[in-house]
């Protein structure tokens, strides 16, 4: 069985500029999250989807947006992005109420 | 929001060694776990404690669950340098996990 698929792995995005992220989950995973790690501020939630509803979000400004697919994949946005957001952002499925599952992260990096 | 602190936040040691990080909150978990997040990778997750008093075995790596379900203990018997990593502890859940800050190990040969 796949593991959690992240892209791209590493990105470099200038200020201002918008991102949009990849994750395709375990097959048969309907729910998704999403966590921004920073040596700072380590390792936070950003929102979780199920079957393509966003059923919590973090306590992230609104430049941070995602979705779900139909076929579970889901996609993360940051709009406007900031030198602050340079971080590892990383998607974890689970099939409901078991273990979170991660992927290998985007390393995103703003200048 | 449960908040969890870790300790030692950095910890290096030899090959060979015995070390324990542990994991606090002033709050009462119903479940704790740890995960560990080696360099390039996602966590892990390594082990679920449910019972208070509860003590779990993982070959070298020993977890214990304190009697009053606020605080956890993970204990290393003769560190590898394959055990280097960040080791996290969170509440238990699938769908939105509340991590502490970590403990940075590095077991050098």
């Known amino acids: 069985k796949a593991g959690v698929t992240q892209t791209p792995r590493y990105l470099i995005k200038t200020r201002g500029q918008q991102v949009t992220l990849s994750c395709s989950p375990i097959s048969g995973h309907r729910s998704v999250s999403w966590y921004q790690q920073t040596p700072g501020q380590g390792l936070q939630f950003l929102f979780e989807y199920f079957s393509e509803t966003q059923r919590n979000k973090g306590n992230f400004p609104g430049r941070f947006s995602g979705r779900q697919f139909s076929n579970s994949r889901s996609e993360m946005n940051v709009s406007t992005l900031e030198l602050g957001d340079s971080a590892l952002y990383l998607c974890?499925?689970?099939?409901?109420?078991?273990?979170?599952?991660f992927g290998q992260g985007t390393r995103l990096t703003v200048v | 929001t449960q908040l969890l602190e870790q300790s030692p936040q950095f910890l290096s040691i030899q090959e060979g060694e015995n070390l324990t990080v542990y994991c606090n909150s002033s709050s009462v978990f119903s479940s704790l776990q740890w995960y560990r997040q080696e360099p390039g990778e996602g966590p892990v997750l390594l082990v679920t404690?449910?019972?208070?008093?509860e003590v779990k075995k993982l070959k070298r790596l020993t977890f214990q669950f304190g009697d009053a379900r606020k605080d956890s203990s993970l204990h290393i018997t003769a560190a590898q340098p394959g055990d280097t990593g960040l080791y996290l502890c969170a509440p238990r859940s699938a769908r939105q996990l509340t991590f502490g800050s970590g403990t940075q190990l590095t077991v050098l040969p």
């Open positions: 974890a499925s689970s099939e409901q109420n078991t273990e979170a599952f």
């Open positions: 404690v449910v019972t208070g008093g």
